[in-house]
């Protein structure tokens, strides 16, 4: 099982995907190591749908001899496909951080009342 966060499952497959050479290698490569076991469940809501096409897509192949389905249908796509992918799962990466953002508290500043001291060293003008 992999105890990774999904935030730090997409970072690492945006990653890969960032990386040099043509983009099916590295599609294939990002999905099956740090996507291919994740549930649509697992994610926020808005995000689900994003990531449920790009499951499809990436599972549509049939297995065919040593080939997985995941690696046939990365085949069989287009260059365009497989950078639309690609897209797809560094955007839901941005989704995941915006959501992790958003429900973080803000950070608290407390306002030094009139009554306190100043500190000399910003005192100082």
């Avoid at 994740?38 to 040593?66: C, F, I, K, M, N």
């Amino acid at each position: 099982m992999d105890t990774r966060t999904q935030w730090e499952r997409f970072r690492d497959a945006s990653v890969v995907l960032a990386g040099g050479g043509p983009v099916k290698p590295r599609l294939l490569q990002a999905f099956q190591g740090h996507l291919a076991d994740l549930s649509v469940d697992e994610l926020p809501r808005e995000l689900r749908g994003q990531y449920a096409a790009v499951a499809a897509a990436l599972h549509s192949g049939q297995r065919t001899g040593a080939l997985d389905p995941v690696s046939v249908s990365v085949l069989k796509m287009s260059e365009a496909e497989a950078c639309q992918h690609a897209q797809d799962i560094v955007r839901i990466f941005g989704g995941l951080t915006e959501t992790q953002a958003a429900s973080r508290p803000a950070t608290v500043l407390r306002a030094v009342p009139d009554g306190d001291a100043v500190p000399a060293f910003l005192n100082r003008a």
